[in-house]
């Protein structure tokens, strides 16, 4: 059999009983659900398809390319999956008390999960617990809010600014206001013993 006569039959059969295969098509248009409905454009016919569905969490960028599959060899039910190029995310995964929520979108994203929250919009970033509060970006460096525990050694390499009270081994140090001058007024004080005078 010459390979015209097997096309020509391959062709028939196809017309007669079409399989829809996957293939690659392009995003053009889509209207955000539930159901998520897509415009597809057919990669090799340029064909559109209309009322496309995909399943999950992102949000398609115009144009992006995907796989198209056909549920149960029917055109009408076709799916579209695996976007190259994506605008937004919102996920949750897990259920009970504690479910971790992603959220992705324009230049910001935010992680959750039961107390604890991760939040940034590309130039600074929020961490949150409970009440205890971050926040850090490039000009201000981080910020606290709410205690604060060191667990090792703190090395500073630049001057350390307080503004309230500190107390450092249970001895209280208040801000008096006024500069130290390192003048001795009266008897010196040194840390070691001292005799004491007959």
Same mark, same amino acid.
């Given at each position: 059999m010459s390979d015209d006569v097997a096309a020509l039959l391959e062709d028939l059969i196809r017309r007669m009983l079409p399989i829809h295969t996957a293939t690659f098509g392009r995003v053009k248009a889509f209207e955000i659900g539930p159901p998520h409905l897509a415009t597809i454009e057919i990669l090799h016919t340029e064909e559109k398809i209309g009322k496309v569905r995909w399943l999950g969490a992102t949000i398609p960028r115009s144009e992006a390319l995907c796989l198209v %599959?056909?549920? *149960?060899? =029917?055109? @009408?039910? +076709?799916? +579209? &999956? @695996?976007? *190259? !190029? &994506?605008? !937004?995310? *919102? %996920? =949750? &995964? $897990? +259920? $009970?008390p504690l479910p971790v929520t992603i959220r992705a979108k324009d230049g910001s994203a935010e992680i959750s999960c039961g107390t604890v929250k991760l939040s940034t919009n590309g130039t600074k970033l929020n961490a949150e617990s409970g009440s205890a509060k971050a926040t850090a970006d490039p000009t201000s460096g981080w910020v606290f809010f709410g205690k604060v525990k060191f667990e090792d050694d703190v090395t500073m390499e630049k001057k350390l600014d307080v503004k309230g009270k500190t107390t450092i081994q249970d001895i209280p140090f208040d801000n008096h206001g006024h500069p130290y001058v390192d003048t001795p007024v009266g008897n010196s004080v040194t840390g070691g013993a001292q005799a004491l005078a007959p």
């Open positions: %599959l056909f549920c *149960d060899n =029917t055109r @009408s039910r +076709a799916f +579209a &999956i @695996s976007f *190259d !190029e &994506i605008d !937004e995310v *919102d %996920l =949750t &995964i $897990g +259920a $009970g």
